[in-house]
């Protein structure tokens, strides 16, 4: 089935099925050349929590990576990101740091929110995107 034919694909790539299976959802849902992203965090495929917003920021930047390319994106083709932050206060300069090595200009619409927890204990961010498939083709 191609995606450009109006039809939902779902997507999780390999490593993510028990969270996707758990959790009941879809990493990504694919509709033409549109995608949505589920909130990625930063953990490990065992599902360690690193300490501190630089080591979480590069991992949910490659889990975002991995989903996005199983559904045939990339970060270039993100349009929108949605960051849930557990502690507002925390110093957002890593994060962006970080962000910047996966994320170039021109850069997508962000959106932030402070939230009281996320899924796992010891998270302290989470990002979820929509991307528009091939639509940086032309940088």
Known sequence: MSASNGMQQSFNPPGTEGAADQYRLSQA?????MIWVSGQVGVTPDRTVPDGIEAQTRLTFENLKTVLESAG???DDVVELTLLLTDTSIDLEPFYRVKDEYIRPPYPAITG???????LPGLLLEVR???VAGSAANR
């Open 73 to 75: 994106a990339t970060l």
């Open 129 to 131: 995107a929509v991307a």
């Open 113 to 119: 929110f402070g939230v009281s927890s996320l899924a």
């Open 29 to 33: 849902m694919r509709v033409g050349d």
